[in-house]
């Protein structure tokens, strides 16, 4: 019994670590209790566990768990997606097999399709290239989002790939490209998400999601079935349709779970393990609908967090003209090349250094130009959110 506890308090911990560290980074959650104990994971304890090899080694086992830790982070690596597929495929191949005849021929056929759909948009997600930019497609790239002025500005180039930087790109550092509509390197999927597979990387997460719940629940109705013929062979409980659970205390409840459990390992070991890493699922999955709702992206919201900060320290002062305005401009298509996109926007953003707004500029009729101080995000424009459904949209169908 101690074991089946042993082994759920393990992997919510798991769950709850992986949680942390994933979600710790992100601007939601970098200020609060998730991301103070995400630092305290990845800056504090590698600090004290290097303090104390010092004292043991002289740092020799620091210099190797840094070399390990280096290839596991900042490398492009097959690792953790080889063992996230045999996590995935063995348990799947596992709870399948043991629970295979005694399952409905609806719940056989549902069991095979949610099994087979996060390996299958995985591989699509992994295989997926045709987000980076290369000089092939870099035309094509440079057409499909407009420079919103405020997090992408026209005319930079990347040094590595020396190439123009298409709006809403990044340079990814560990596969070494430049990726469309950047998102985030995934070490899951090693690849990093972007404009083409995005659509691929939500069906995943959907997929695994979905697949995580419902193997909860199999787990469920074949143990609770195998609780009710003990509980109705051994108990009297009166009439046998009744709940096996009825009348029964919270520790009693407990009790028979647990036994349970270790009558059939497999089934309920795996069910334990997709019911506690389902809110980790759910919740990646949900994170990453929020940034299609926000018209976003994991990248572009981080630096939208460091423009609030600027905003809170009152440096960030915007103009919105128009296109006579005083930022009026022939764009250069080499740099600037049109985009048939649905918003346009003529908003200015301008960082202080102490605190007070540009100097006097005058539009294109000798007025002055007005600077106003930002109180909030909630006045800058978002050149990329169309709305959730058009937001979508170009999520699985990109311009």
Same mark, same amino acid.
Request: hydrophobic share 40%; net charge positive.
């Given at each position: ?78 690792? *953790? ?5 045999? /996590? $995935?495929?063995? %348990?799947?191949? !596992? ?5 295979? &005849? ?95 597979? *995005? ?5 995943? /997460? $959907?997929?695994? %999601?979905?697949? !995580? ?5 199999? &787990? ?180």
């Amino acid at each position: 019994m101690m074991s089946i506890k042993q082994v759920g308090v393990a992997i919510a911990l798991f769950s709850l670590l992986i949680f942390v560290v994933l979600f710790g980074q992100t601007p939601a959650c970098r200020k609060g209790p998730v991301g103070i104990l995400s630092r305290f994971i990845r800056f504090k304890i590698p600090d004290l566990l290097i303090r104390a090899d010092a004292i043991c080694t002289g740092g020799r086992l620091s210099k190797y768990l840094e070399i390990s830790f280096d290839y596991l982070i900042n490398q492009n690596h097959p690792v *953790i997606l080889v063992l996230y597929l045999v /996590l $995935l495929v063995g %348990s799947e191949t !596992l709870f399948i097999y043991t629970s295979w &005849s005694n399952l409905p021929a609806i719940h056989k056929a549902f069991a095979l399709c949610s099994s087979l759909a996060p390996i299958f948009y995985t591989f699509k997600a992994v295989l997926s290239s045709s987000s980076t930019v290369t000089p092939r497609n870099h035309r094509q790239k440079m057409h499909s989002y407009p420079y919103d002025h405020v997090l992408f500005q026209p005319g930079q180039i990347c040094r590595t790939c020396n190439f123009l930087k298409p709006a809403r790109s990044k340079h990814c550092s560990i596969c070494n490209v430049c990726v469309a509509k950047h998102d985030h390197h995934c070490v899951w999927i090693m690849n990093c998400v972007g404009q083409n597979n *995005i659509s691929h990387f939500l069906c995943m /997460l $959907l997929s695994l %999601s979905l697949l !995580l719940t419902y193997g909860a629940y199999l &787990s469920y109705t074949l143990l609770s079935k195998q609780l009710q013929q003990k509980v109705s062979g051994h108990l009297d409980r009166g009439p046998s349709y009744k709940h096996w659970s009825t009348g029964l205390s919270w520790s009693h409840y407990a009790a028979h779970w647990i036994w349970a459990l270790g009558q059939d390992f497999r089934i309920g070991g795996i069910g334990l393990l997709a019911l506690l890493t389902a809110p980790l699922a759910w919740s990646m999955f949900l994170y990453h609908i929020y940034l299609v709702w926000a018209g976003t992206t994991t990248n572009e919201s981080s630096k939208w967090s460091e423009w609030k900060e600027y905003i809170e320290e009152g440096l960030v002062y915007k103009w919105v003209g128009t296109t006579t305005g005083v930022f009026a401009r022939s764009k250069d298509p080499e740099t600037e090349p049109p985009v048939d996109w649905p918003i346009h926007s003529a908003q200015r953003l301008f960082r202080s250094e102490n605190g007070r707004p540009p100097g006097t500029l005058t539009d294109a009729g000798g007025t002055p130009a007005s600077w106003n101080r930002v109180r909030g995000l909630y006045e800058i424009e978002n050149l990329y959110d169309l709305g959730f459904w058009d937001n979508l949209d170009d999520v699985f169908w990109p311009m």
